[in-house]
T-cell receptor, first 114, second 112 residues
Framework: AQSVTQPDIHITVSEGASLELRCNYSYGATPYLFWYVQSPGQGLQLLLKYFSGDTLVQGIKGFEAEFKRSQSSFNLRKPSVHWSDAAEYFCAVGNTGTASKLTFGTGTRLQVTL | NAGVTQTPKFQVLKTGQSMTLQCAQDMNHEYMSWYRQDPGMGLRLIHYSVGAGITDQGEVPNGYNVSRSTTEDFPLRLLSAAPSQTSVYFC???????????FGSGTRLTVV
């Protein structure tokens, strides 16, 4: 069965500092991988996605993620964090073929200090 | 373009009551899903549909029913509410799964 692990429950970074959120997945085939962001009291917004091709993918709001098959990882990065990036971030894996079912990690809450 | 619309936004039920959470999308998406979000547990898939007339169970289907009679609507029914169903429920839709899902703003349900 597919699964996703986000090992960091809570991360605090200073505004302007770089950010890396970790995501490890377990899946037998080449997975669909996603990162979503959730602001307090809101729904989830898609940041970026990966299925094939270039292993470094660019998303919205200046985020990027790198797929590393050998490490079963899909870490999210941002070179310079803004205070408005404070939110909860979820990594998800979709089933091969259709990605009709998403399995989410437990999320990482990002706090940004000024 | 409204996207994914969920109603109601908030609901309080008594144990044993039934209700339907509504979800509608106006993007002509084939795929629709229901998730519940609980603290520390991320989002868990309840039921999903890959087209009108086609539904299947997700990770936590017990206590919930769905049907998909039209492309636009995907209601979630709680037959007999239990306190364990207190949660935030999200509906999502996608044209094809690989493009990623668009999420509604959620329904916060409390069962007392």
């Amino acid at each position: 069965a597919q699964s996703v692990t986000q090992p960091d429950i809570h991360i605090t970074v200073s505004e302007g500092a770089s950010l890396e959120l970790r995501c490890n997945y377990s899946y037998g085939a080449t997975p669909y991988l996603f990162w979503y962001v959730q602001s307090p009291g809101q729904g989830l917004q898609l940041l970026l996605k990966y299925f094939s091709g270039d292993t470094l993918v660019q998303g919205i709001k200046g985020f990027e993620a790198e797929f590393k098959r050998s490490q079963s990882s899909f870490n999210l990065r941002k070179p310079s964090v803004h205070w408005s990036d404070a939110a909860e971030y979820f990594c998800a894996v979709g089933n091969t073929g259709t990605a009709s079912k998403l399995t989410f990690g437990t999320g990482t809450r990002l706090q940004v200090t000024l | 373009n409204a996207g994914v619309t969920q109603t109601p936004k908030f609901q309080v039920l008594k144990t044993g009551q039934s209700m339907t959470l509504q979800c509608a999308q106006d993007m002509n998406h084939e795929y629709m899903s229901w998730y519940r979000q609980d603290p520390g547990m991320g989002l868990r898939l309840i039921h999903y549909s890959v087209g009108a007339g086609i539904t299947d169970q997700g990770e936590v289907p017990n206590g919930y029913n769905v049907s998909r009679s039209t492309t636009e609507d995907f209601p979630l029914r709680l037959l007999s509410a239990a306190p364990s169903q207190t949660s935030v429920y999200f509906c999502a839709s996608s044209r094809t799964g690989g493009r990623g899902y668009t999420f509604g703003s959620g329904t916060r349900l409390t069962v007392v």
